[in-house]
Every structure is written in structure tokens, then in C-alpha cells.
């Protein structure tokens, strides 16, 4: 018994410092990125529903370590804490599978020549590309010198304070890499993914094989949202993510996947 008793407790002590360590982790580069990028109301609500998903690790950790939720000599208080107890552990192991499949996802290589690309873009931070963007576009350049006919659409709207869109951004850079101007089309008018997809639908045939470009974590939404807008055969080309930032972009992707799950059973998202 004393032997479970110091288990649960180092358990529980391990839990906390890994739930608190991330919270600060995410909060640090969230509230970065928040005062970086134009779209801040969004990125904050986001923030919002990543601090109630750490909240929830947090709560299930003091559970493991002090065991709250059942220290009640009421029979009924103690029903009600295992329940709590069970809902916070499918909670979370809901997120961490969620995570997992994002994670899997990113690491599926399927591509080969196509007639078109698009290229997704990536938010800019103080009207500068991230490191993810400009990984996406060092992916495209790749596949421009391996697939010299294929043509590239760049999508991203959300202008900086000068105007620059995500697509102009990425299309000056696929120059100074060698990509010729003639194979370049802009979208610049999407704000989010949906929109992306919705509106390359309208300047290429959706029916036809393409190739996705975007960053490793984000191409499991992308790869169903391009399906949703008519797109019949996708072939994945994840780009490498920033390493040091991975577990918040997971993060992001998912919560969006909750509010889409949200969404499907007729609760308002974000």
C-alpha cells in the first residue's frame, strides 16, 4: 500500500510539472504570436479554449496526486468525484489521441507529379514570414526544379499593415528561389482554410489530382477541408514545422478539430 501511495505521488508531483511546464510553453508563444499577427481576436479566442484544455490537465494531475475528487466521506459526494474523475480522464484522452492523429498525419508522404500545386499560407508576424511559411515555400521550390510544368497556387489573404498578403509574401520568395513568375497564381483573398480551398476551387478543377502543400501539423485539416471543397485526390507534401513550437501548433490544430466535432453536433464554435 505505501508502495502505491509513493508511486501516485510521484506520478501525480511528474503530472503537474509537465501540465504546468506546457501551459507556461504555450502561453509564452501564444502571447507572442498575438501581439505579432494581424488577426489578433482570433488567435486570442483560440488561446482561450487551449488555456481550458491545459486547465483540464492541470485538474486531472492534482486529482492523481492528491486524489480530490474522491476524498469525500459522503457516499454521494464520492459517486459525483468519480464521475468527474472519469469525465476529465476521457477528456484528456480524447485530446492526446486527437494530437496523435494530428501528429501521424504530418508525417504521410504521398507526392507525385501534378499539373497543380497550392501552396497554403501561414499568418506573417509583424508583416514577416514564419519559419513554417517559409519552409512551405522552400517545399514548393523543391518541387518546382522536380516537376518543371507544374503550376503553383499561392492562397492566403489577411494583408499586413502595408497590404502584403500571405500569397504575395510566399510568391517573392518562390522568385528569389528561381521559381519563374508565369507558374505563380495568387489567391489573395481567403482568411481562413475553408476559404483557401473554396476559392482555388474556382480558378482550377477540383476533379483533377493536386498537390498540398502545407506545414506537417496542420495537413490533416487541410487534407479534409480540400475534400469537403470538391477536391478528389490530394497528394500530401507535408512541410517540416519549427520543431521548438510543434506542441503549440498541435495544440491549435487541435482545437480546431473540437470545434469542427462542435460544429457537427449543433454547438456554436469558435
Known amino acids: 500500500m505505501r508502495r502505491k501511495s509513493t508511486f501516485r505521488r510521484f506520478t501525480g508531483s511528474l503530472c503537474i510539472i509537465l501540465a504546468?511546464?506546457?501551459?507556461?510553453?504555450?502561453?509564452?508563444?501564444?502571447?507572442?504570436?498575438?501581439?505579432?499577427?494581424?488577426?489578433?481576436?482570433?488567435?486570442?479566442?483560440?488561446?482561450?479554449?487551449?488555456?481550458?484544455?491545459?486547465?483540464?490537465?492541470?485538474?486531472?494531475?492534482?486529482?492523481i496526486r492528491f486524489g480530490f475528487f474522491t476524498a469525500m466521506r459522503s457516499k454521494f459526494l464520492k459517486f459525483i468525484g468519480w464521475l468527474l474523475r472519469l469525465a476529465l480522464v476521457l477528456a484528456v484522452g480524447f485530446v492526446i489521441c486527437l494530437g496523435v492523429k494530428i501528429g501521424v498525419s504530418g508525417v504521410v508522404k504521398n507526392p507525385g507529379p501534378a499539373e497543380n500545386v497550392i501552396v497554403l499560407g501561414l499568418a506573417l508576424q509583424n508583416g514577416q514570414p514564419t519559419p513554417d511559411l517559409i519552409s512551405r515555400v522552400d517545399s514548393a521550390a523543391k518541387?518546382?526544379?522536380?516537376?518543371?510544368?507544374?503550376?503553383?497556387?499561392?492562397?492566403?489573404?489577411n494583408?499586413?499593415?502595408?497590404?502584403?498578403?500571405?500569397?504575395?509574401?510566399?510568391?517573392?520568395l518562390l522568385i528569389e528561389r528561381g521559381v519563374s513568375d508565369d507558374r505563380l497564381i495568387l489567391e489573395d483573398q481567403a482568411k481562413t482554410t475553408i476559404e483557401n480551398f473554396k476559392n482555388v476551387a474556382n480558378i482550377i478543377n477540383p476533379t483533377l489530382s493536386v498537390v498540398l502543400i502545407t506545414s506537417d501539423y496542420h495537413m490533416d485539416r487541410a487534407v479534409r477541408i480540400a475534400q469537403d471543397a470538391?477536391?478528389?485526390?490530394?497528394?500530401?507534401?507535408?512541410?517540416?514545422?519549427?520543431?521548438?513550437?510543434?506542441?503549440?501548433n498541435v495544440m491549435w490544430e487541435v482545437v480546431h478539430e473540437l470545434d469542427r466535432l462542435k460544429s457537427q453536433i449543433g454547438i456554436h464554435g469558435i
Open 230 to 248: 470538391g477536391f478528389t485526390y490530394v497528394m500530401r507534401r507535408p512541410a517540416p514545422s519549427s520543431q521548438l513550437e510543434y506542441g503549440v
Open 159 to 172: 494583408p499586413d499593415e502595408n497590404g502584403k498578403t500571405e500569397a504575395a509574401v510566399m510568391r517573392d
Open 20 to 63: 504546468v511546464a506546457f501551459t507556461v510553453y504555450l502561453s509564452v508563444i501564444m502571447i507572442q504570436r498575438i501581439n505579432m499577427v494581424v488577426l489578433k481576436d482570433s488567435y486570442i479566442k483560440i488561446f482561450k479554449y487551449e488555456l481550458a484544455i491545459c486547465a483540464a490537465f492541470l485538474a486531472l494531475a492534482f486529482d
Open 143 to 157: 518541387y518546382a526544379n522536380a516537376y518543371p510544368n507544374s503550376k503553383f497556387i499561392l492562397t492566403g489573404g
